[in-house]
DNA sequence: TGCGATTTGTTGCATATGCGACACATGGTG
DNA sequence: CACCATGTGTCGCATATGCAACAAATCGCA
């Protein structure tokens, strides 16, 4: 038990990085393929080419995976990030880090495209959306409210941090109509509004 | 040492087939990018993940590796096949046995177009050459000798061989512009002729 | 030429993984 | 209902692999 939950092994033995690996890029193939639902840790270890056994080693099920998997993409984001971050809203830059979270999406997007939609897992969804909800948090408390109607906090982050999912779905079921940089202007833009970041308009405020 | 040569395992370790895949599969990475000679030992572990003492426990060195694929890949030929060959040849078919040799090149066309041209390896293309004149010699045997003028047979049999490897680098560096079981029959009319294959030749004898 | 840096093989010990077996749950079928 | 097939967790033991260190060879460079 307990995983290594945690504390990060900056150098784990290379048979468990490999192993760990591979499962988690079976895992991500099959969801693809059949849907969450219907993969099995069977399944997953076949694919894998990894005894079935060695995966009770290192994951309680298959939603321990996909757990374990999010802390490991969604690690590290308290911290100077966030000035950056402020910085690159007020200018119109693309975030920092909606961008790279963009980016690592960008590269599995079907496996995304699944995860966020019908096929996908509702678990998946409400960490996904708790996570951007608490990036969103920590950016208002860092930045400060500019309270847009009145409305309470929780109930304008909820609303974005869900919006946020439908930008990445529509960007995913519409095969990346934009680049990643502008997809992250026009959703940090939105929330900004919707959330009710106090950043002090600039003029630049065209498509 | 014997690395378990000639008897084939049926059941080895699953760790053992895993192993050796990806180091396969790094080696051919790695040769297409930076060409067979430039390939080190080191470079194949990094990229498959596997402790350079690990290679060793399984090749003597990328020569060896690059032995052993050879031979699990062209392993076993020698048997009732020839008689589907000949049959298939006969009828304009696309002769199975060579069907499935350029089925497997067609699964790594880039590996095949480096290793049998400028940056590949002598070695490599001597014994891929060396092959197919085995496969050519056996079904000869087989078959019967036409004896199309009178040169040796091995001169006609060296001649094809290294057609054949020919006809496949045009269809490698042209982007494969025709099936596989097309390649099939053109090349096995070409050799048939060539060296000398006893076949009544059929009506149909179009593109 | 000589001198670091890199690659190559090799070895002994530590350990992650494979394997087979087991009990249990689930679900479809007669 | 019984029955079989399949998936889930778990365990003890066997073994393939990782790791660190080493000497030797090779290569680029001053």
Redesign the interface.
């Known amino acids: 038990m307990m995983q290594n939950s945690g504390v990060v092994e900056v150098h784990e033995d ?1 048979r468990v ?2 192993t760990r ?1 591979m499962l988690v890029a079976a895992f991500m193939e099959l969801t693809v393929e059949k849907g969450f639902a219907a993969v099995t840790v069977r399944d997953i270890t076949d694919r894998a ?3 079935r056994s060695t995966f009770y080693r290192h994951f309680l099920d298959k939603y321990d995976l996909l757990d374990q998997y999010m802390t490991d993409v969604y690690g590290s984001a308290s911290d100077e990030k966030l000035a950056e971050e402020k910085v690159a809203r007020k200018k119109d830059f693309a975030p920092p880090g909606l961008t790279s979270l963009l980016k690592h999406i960008q590269e599995f997007p079907d496996f995304y495209r699944v995860m966020l939609g019908a096929q996908g897992d509702p678990k998946f969804i409400d960490r996904f959306r708790k996570n951007s909800e608490r990036r969103l948090r920590a950016l208002l408390e860092y930045v400060g409210d500019g309270d847009p109607n009145g409305s309470p906090i929780e109930l304008r982050l909820s609303y974005a941090s869900c919006a946020g999912i439908g930008v990445i779905l529509w960007w995913l079921e519409n095969n990346q109509p934009c680049t990643v940089e502008q997809l992250a202007v026009w959703l940090s833009q939105l929330t900004g509004t919707s959330v009710g970041l106090a950043i002090k308009p600039t003029q630049s405020a065209q498509s």
Do not use: A, D, P, T
């Open positions: 290379l990085r490999r690996k080419m990894v005894n």
